[in-house]
């Protein structure tokens, strides 16, 4: 492991697994008691409270943050105190994917603007996370008429650029947040966010220079260890990313995204079913329909069905990229990449079969058929519908051709899929064409496929109407049977 990764990874795994974060829990949550109270938390308890957040957030258990936060500010709270849960409340929201909750707490701090700027500036941030543009937009405005600044507006601006669509302006936004780190007062969910910011944007050095101060202020958090993961798969050292990834996972079970780093390292060293297998057993961290959970094990799977062509697999693994092509819709992730998946899926387990055969009638006039069956090989128009191999039966129109009623001199196959031909339109090549000994008499209703034009080649009629009827198999046994023992020829040969 190289000079960085040793940096990232400086936290001891013994004490990490001693159960130091249970007690401070249990030591922490003795501050919720107060909650019922009419009285304001203390600097003291508000430590406490702070406190209790960041051991929820090494966690993820952010639907606790929320509750914490928002009780907390019901109970009373110093303008700084209230600023610093209003922070973490819109934090948790956003983790928890809560657009709306966004939505109405950002309505809501914008009412309060004109207490403090402050307000309007985390208005922003949770317009922001909301991706709602013409708030944000709006909110940066005022906020620039009113020349705001401080610690809090700073850190604000500098996230919103980081969300922006241009590279240049994310990474000119990630050094400004790197700068707002500086403040000693910065806590443990500004760190973090610095983090997602800094993996996003693949700049995974810039954030294993940030663990320093990281560890200095936070030893019991887990970023240490998945970001020394991260430098090490970025490296392709799949097993020290595996050891980085067993403290985390052991401090933090539902850690999602060292769950998919797990098996993503399992499969990449050759353990593809342990890979799959880890991701089931783990399943119920995961939210219903989550798309990077779906994506994985559907790609996982798609592998082991088209390795082993296991059909109960290969279900599987379509059922899931489903589901995350689902979830790619409703987000708005790319799809090809699933797309292509599940066509890979089809093209590699679905069993060889013989394309179905069809039979057709070609109905022309009689001069037209007595060219045809002068010709060895033939150029004709046909419909699209015509495959290599169908079998084409020949008649010429008579009397009783429009009810239906034909006499069959004989056929040829198609030995061409259609094509385009510039003059004619979509063609087919024929074989030479087999004569029978006498007309065999059949009837078909079936759909008519008429072409003018039917050949474009010459002595071939091209003013009267030629007509394919597609034939029911039921018909062209009847004529197979009827043609049983007969003579039959090959129209050139005589």
């Known amino acids: 492991m190289n000079a960085n990764r040793q940096e990232a990874n400086v936290m001891d795994a013994k004490r990490v697994n001693s159960g130091l974060l249970a007690s ?44 914490i936060a928002s009780q907390s500010i019901v109970v009373g709270l110093r303008w700084d ?63 620039y008429r009113m020349e705001a600044g401080g610690d809090v507006v700073d850190e604000v601006l500098a996230i919103v650029k980081c969300e922006a669509i241009d590279r240049e302006e994310r990474m000119m936004g990630l050094r400004e947040l790197a700068s707002t780190l500086k403040d000693s007062s910065c806590g443990y969910l500004a760190y973090r966010r610095f983090l997602d910011y800094a993996f996003e944007n693949n700049a995974l050095y810039t954030a294993s220079a940030t663990l320093k101060s990281l560890n200095k202020k936070f030893p019991d958090a887990p970023d240490a260890y998945m970001v020394s993961a991260l430098l090490a798969v970025n490296d392709g050292e799949w097993e020290s990313a595996m050891d980085a990834l067993r403290v985390v996972i052991a401090n933090n079970p539902g850690q999602s995204e060292a769950l998919l780093m797990m098996s993503r390292c399992l499969e990449m060293i050759g353990k593809v079913s342990q890979a799959r297998d880890f991701l089931l057993q783990n399943a119920h961290h995961f939210v219903r329909g989550d798309y990077e959970f779906s994506v994985q094990l559907g790609l996982i799977e798609k592998r082991l069905c088209c390795e082993d062509s296991d059909g109960e697999m290969r279900d599987s693994a379509a059922a899931h990229l489903k589901v995350a092509l689902a979830a790619a819709h409703s987000y708005g992730f790319p799809t090809a990449p699933i797309l292509s998946a599940l066509e890979d899926i089809q093209a590699a387990t679905a069993a060889p079969q013989a394309p179905r055969q069809r039979y057709w009638l070609l109905n022309v006039e009689p001069k037209t058929l007595a060219a045809i069956l002068d010709r060895d090989e033939l150029q004709l128009r046909c419909p699209e519908s015509i495959q290599m191999g169908d079998v084409i039966f020949l008649s010429a129109e008579g009397r009783n051709s429009a009810k239906g009623q034909h006499a069959v001199s004989g056929f040829f196959t198609a030995r061409s899929t259609p094509t385009a031909d510039p003059s004619l339109g979509l063609t087919v090549r024929t074989a030479q064409a087999v004569v029978f000994e006498h007309d065999v008499e059949v009837s078909s209703e079936s759909g008519i496929f008429a072409a003018r034009d039917l050949h474009g080649l010459e002595n071939f009629s091209n003013r009267n109407m030629a007509r394919y009827f597609e034939l029911d198999s039921s018909v062209a046994d009847s004529i197979v049977n009827a043609v049983e023992g007969m003579q039959v020829r090959m129209a050139r040969a005589g």
Do not use: C
């Open 24 to 67: 401070q829990v249990t030591e922490a949550h003795q501050v919720l008691n107060m909650f019922g109270r009419n009285k304001a938390f203390t600097v003291k308890e508000f430590g406490q409270l702070v406190r209790l957040v960041e051991l929820h957030a090494f966690r993820e258990e952010w639907d606790r943050i929320v509750d």
């Open 81 to 143: 105190a209230e600023l610093t849960m209003y922070r973490m409340w819109i934090e948790g929201l956003k983790e928890d994917l809560d657009t709306d909750g966004l939505v109405d707490l950002g309505r809501h701090l914008l009412s309060r603007r004109r207490d403090r700027t402050e307000y309007l500036a985390l208005a922003t941030l949770a317009f922001t996370y909301a991706g709602r543009p013409n708030a944000v937009r709006s909110a940066i405005g005022s906020l």
